[in-house]
DNA sequence: CCGAGTCGTTTACATCTGTAATCGATGTAT
DNA sequence: ATACATCGATTACAGATGTAAACGACTCGG
């Protein structure tokens, strides 16, 4: 259940948590910009369905895929390990980092302050 | 220049951006916890030197070893790659994600809005 | 001088990751 | 029936990563 998901793979479920279920060909199809083959999906969808983050039903001669585990959960965990990892844990560096290379809009700040309103009561 | 650091030359880095220079006995000192043999921190030492990540300098018949890379512009990329892959670029969600497992203190919302009212003017 | 320690370097090796080709079974169109 | 398309499974293979042992050169205490 908690196996790291490699970023070929994170790619793979983002289009499930998207959409699902969908066959190896639909997936495929979803990922054209990747210019990966089939072969290479298909190689990524066995991949997360051994360590258990899609779960596959029959349909006939060829699997349904759908997301077994929750994004939310996941990217949670990541950016935990992240902001330890970088920052000690501190997650106002990170944002200062972005903020410093200029990577939050307007709309990005009025978020983050609408958050950070919400935090304090 | 820009090649990728991993999770445990991270670690090395760590000890060369606190203090250096630092031989290869010295960085395994400080990273006792981590329970490394001193090959393997010289492997590491090794392998960042070779990406360019760190300079050495002789001392006599080894090497005092620096960083030769900002702390801070590496943690920015790392920063940014996660955000990208896991929130589209928009840094609110993952403060959210952070927040929501209370994994944010008093002392962090109030770091972070000190830093949302400096953005915002 | 000699053995013990210390250096960086070379080699090792399992696992993970990215990216597939190939294969055997099966379904499908003719 | 036969050729072709398609499925998942098996195998491939190079580069990155974690973790180190082995090696040859050198130095230092006796």
Redesign the pocket.
Same mark, same amino acid.
């Given at each position: 259940m908690s196996? @790291?998901?490699?970023?070929?793979?994170?790619q793979v479920m983002e289009v499930l948590w998207t959409q699902h279920p969908l066959?190896?060909?639909d997936v495929a199809a979803r990922l054209q910009t990747?210019?990966?083959?089939?072969?290479?999906v298909?190689?990524?969808?066995?991949?997360l369905?051994a360590?258990g983050a899609l779960t596959?039903t029959e349909?006939? @001669? @060829?699997?349904?895929?759908a997301p077994a585990v929750d994004r939310a959960a996941i990217a949670a965990g990541e950016s935990r390990r992240l902001v330890d990892r970088l920052f000690g844990g501190r997650p106002a560096p990170l944002v200062a980092h972005l903020a410093e290379r200029g990577e939050l809009s307007p709309a990005d700040i009025a978020e983050l302050e609408a958050l950070i309103r919400e935090l304090k009561q």
């Open positions: 196996e @790291r998901i490699s970023e070929a793979e994170w066959t190896a060909q990747t210019g990966w083959g089939l072969t290479t298909k190689t990524l969808l066995s991949r369905a360590k596959t349909d006939g @001669r @060829r699997y349904l895929y």
